[in-house]
Structure formats: C-alpha cells, structure tokens
C-alpha cells in the first residue's frame, strides 16, 4: 500500500481528520485518472468529518455528499480498503448530521493489511 495512503488512513483512524486531509492530498496532487478521484473520495469524506467535529454542518454534509458521489464507483473494495463499509457507514453518518443529530462515533478506515517479503506488516 502506498506509504501516504497507509498514514492518512492511519490519521483518518485517530479522528486526526484534517491532518488525514493534508496527508491524503499530498498523495492525491501527482495522480491522474481513476486513482485520483478515489484519493479525492477519501479527502471530502475527512474534510466533512473534520467539518462536523468543528460544529459546521453545512460544510459536513456538502463534503460527504461530495465524497459519496466521487466514492460510488470503488465498490465494493478499492486499494485494499473496505469501501462499501466506509460508503455505507458515511452515508448513515451524513443521515444524522441532516437530521440535525450528532454523528456520534466517527467509522474507521477498514484496510487489509498488507505483509511485506520479509514479514513485516506495512
């Protein structure tokens, strides 16, 4: 897995959302094609977390419906992550925030581990 993309899953798994943003879009800015949008599906879905932990649900919600229209077409599964878990779960968490609820617990990132020739997990 791409060392940036293992870092900003691991920031976005703390609930370090803008940080995961940052990391995430140094990953993103050299991309072209498909990898690009899904690197981009993944920034909007931390920046509308890091929008609803700042008490801004307006940027929240225009974020994650962002994210779930750039992330629809990695279903099920994309780069060893779990997308239809993170679509599914940031869709209900989107439900909440335009319902006026608080997101309660923020999802996690569900990655395959990966384990490198010499035994390591990377």
Avoid at 19 to 45: D, K
Avoid at 68 to 79: I, Q, T, V
Avoid at 92 to 108: C, D, Q, S, W
Wanted: charged share 25%; net charge neutral; hydrophobic share 40%.
């Amino acid at each position: 897995m791409d060392p940036l993309l293992r870092k900003g899953i691991f920031l976005f798994n703390h609930g370090e959302f803008f940080e995961c943003h940052e990391v995430l879009e140094e990953a993103w800015t050299p991309q072209q094609g498909p990898r690009r949008l899904f690197l981009q599906s993944l920034i909007h879905v931390a920046v509308g977390f890091y929008h609803s932990q700042r008490g801004n649900p307006v940027g929240a919600m225009r974020q994650l419906r962002k994210a779930l229209r750039k992330l629809g077409p990695y279903l099920p599964s994309c780069e060893g992550i779990d997308t239809a878990r993170l679509f599914a779960e940031a869709q209900e968490r989107l439900a909440r925030i335009e319902a006026g609820n608080a997101v309660g617990e923020f999802p996690k990132i569900e990655a395959q581990a990966f384990v490198s020739r010499a035994g390591e997990l990377i």
